[in-house]
């Protein structure tokens, strides 16, 4: 069973420019969430996904949205790019739901913002 | 909110010692589950332990068990016979589950590096 997958690895944007990463969960898992990882700040919750629909939200400011297609494949975008976006942002699936915390996580898209 | 704190940024211990990994939560809710996950060097994390909260009995998984402190609001990691390949990140994190299902997103803490040495 192929894990979950995501898309680009690595990439590097300049300031004001806008990022979409996307995620194909393990098949069969329809919970998508997402997490950005920072040096200073730590694992962070951003969305989570389930049957399309955004679930929950965490703290972070509108220019990070997301989608989840019916194929329980998900996109999540970041416009306007600042410095501080620069981060490894992790996908992770769930079967039923993130809510048994049970998450299995990709490898994570690495991006550098100049 | 909640907060998870883990004290030790990195440890160090020989392969085959048994080694223990700290983490302390804050919370005001009775509903929720703790886990420890593991990120090796450049690969995925991985899901090493859960506890759910309103079960009393300590979490094992073959050499990785808890002891899970609720009152002291304490869930500590212990690897047994650590091995070379234990090497890793590892983070305590914490969700909330709400009363009428869903949950919350995991809460991380800063993680511990830990080192296996040959």
């Known amino acids: 069973k192929a894990g979950v997958t995501q898309t680009p690895r690595y990439l590097i944007k300049t300031r004001g420019q806008q990022v979409t990463l996307s995620c194909s969960p393990i098949?069969?898992?329809?919970?998508v969430s997402w997490y950005q990882q920072t040096p200073g700040q730590g694992l962070q919750f951003l969305f989570e996904?389930?049957?399309?629909?955004?679930?929950n939200k965490g703290n972070f400011p509108g220019r990070f949205s997301g989608r989840q297609f019916s194929n329980s494949r998900s996109e999540m975008n970041v416009s306007t790019l600042e410095l501080g976006d620069s981060a490894l942002y992790l996908c992770?699936?769930?079967?039923?739901?993130?809510?048994?915390?049970?998450?299995?996580f990709g490898e994570g898209s690495r991006l550098t913002v100049l | 909110a909640q907060t998870v704190t883990q004290s030790q940024p990195e440890m160090s211990v020989q392969e085959a010692e048994t080694v223990t990994l700290s983490c302390t939560y804050d919370?005001?809710?009775?509903?929720?589950?703790l886990f420890w996950y593991k990120q090796p060097p450049s690969r995925q994390m991985i899901l090493v332990i859960r506890?759910?909260?309103?079960?009393?009995q300590n979490a094992t998984e073959n050499r990785f068990s808890v002891n899970f402190q609720k009152a002291a609001k304490s869930f500590s990691l212990k690897i047994s016979d650590s091995q070379l390949g234990d090497t890793a990140m590892y983070f305590c994190?914490?969700?909330?589950?709400?009363?009428?299902?869903?949950?919350?997103?995991?809460?991380f803490g800063k993680g511990t590096h830990l080192i296996i040495q040959p």
């Open positions: 992770a699936s769930n079967r039923l739901g993130a809510n048994t915390g049970e998450l299995f």
């Open positions: 098949s069969g898992h329809r919970s």
């Open positions: 996904y389930f049957s399309e629909t955004q679930r």
């Open positions: 919370t005001s809710e009775n509903n929720y589950y």
């Open positions: 506890q759910e909260a309103y079960k009393q």
């Open positions: 994190a914490f969700m909330n589950r709400r009363s009428g299902g869903g949950a919350d997103g995991l809460t």
